[in-house]
């Protein structure tokens, strides 16, 4: 979709069909447009409004529980690994702020790579890594990582609009890939007990399986048991801007 041979016209309609302003309910999937502005970035960096808006209340949690030492020499730096990055707006905006921490970004799209690729680039930091495709069903050894090595996982936003089985992926993987005591950090709507508030996130729920009945927003209780079966405990929940959550889970 995002190939360069693409008229550049087309695509720039193309994404102004499926980019919306801030709806009521919830932003759907990736609302994805180039920045079409007075820099030229080859058609590479994407920007999704809804990242714009999260970034920073979700850097505001993020600086509660990352520990970052700037004393440390790059190859024992903690390394951050966020799966299903999209356009790499989070990583982009964490990163300075945790000098350091090293920023893996990863997706299993490939067509974000060159966004996420720009992101990492023209990081003042230096200090976000080349993208990775990671397919979050296959375990991340298949992409080098060797097991109890990773100290922080990330996840903003794929639980709900991936079926079930990608969830189960993230758990798994965090229990194996984790540090001991290491954290996942997980951002999106969740219910609480079977019970999904406010009306627009209830909306926002039916239009997911509307497009695809195997996605939808999943309940917190059933993440508590996939982390129990994986070695990993939720010891705290942060409510966030537009009905969102984050989620904090330990491994034991
Ligand atoms: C709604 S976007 C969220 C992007 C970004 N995290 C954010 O919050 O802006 C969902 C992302 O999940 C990714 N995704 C879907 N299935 C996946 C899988 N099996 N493994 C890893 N990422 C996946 C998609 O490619 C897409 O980039």
Redesign the pocket.
């Known amino acids: 979709m995002f190939k360069k041979s693409f008229n550049r016209e087309l695509l720039l309609k193309l994404f102004n069909t499926i980019d919306r302003p801030m709806s009521k309910t919830k ?4 609302n994805i447009s180039v920045n079409h502005g007075n820099e030229v970035y080859n058609g590479e960096k994407m920007i ?1 409004p ?2 714009s808006r ?1 970034k920073d209340p979700i850097l505001q949690v993020l600086k509660r529980f990352i520990i970052c030492d700037i004393e440390q020499i790059e190859d024992e730096s903690p390394l951050f690994l ?6 790499g ?2 990583v982009a905006h964490f990163a300075p702020h945790f000098p350091g921490v090293k920023f893996q970004p ?4 490939k067509n ?1 790579l060159g966004s996420l690729s720009f992101y990492a680039t023209n990081c003042p930091t230096k200090n976000i890594l080349k993208p990775i495709l ?4 296959s375990k991340l050894s298949h992409y080098g990582f060797e097991e109890n090595s990773i100290d922080y996982m990330y ?4 639980i709900h ?2 079926p079930f089985e ?1 969830t189960i ?1 993230l758990f798994e993987n965090a229990g194996n890939y984790l540090k001991p005591e290491a954290l996942m950090i997980t ?2 709507p969740y219910s609480k007990d079977g019970v999904l508030t406010p009306q627009s996130n209830i909306d926002f729920d039916a239009s997911l399986k509307a497009r695809n009945p195997l996605w939808g927003i999943r309940d917190i209780n059933d993440l508590i048991k996939l982390g129990d079966e994986n070695n990993l405990s939720l010891i705290d929940t942060v409510e966030m801007p537009a009905n969102n959550m984050t989620l904090i889970w330990k491994k034991d």
């Open positions: 932003d759907i999937a990736c999704a809804a990242a999260n966020e799966i299903s990055s999209g356009t707006q989070h990863s997706d299993v799209d974000v990671i397919d979050i069903q996840n903003a936003n794929m609009i991936t990608c992926g951002y999106g």
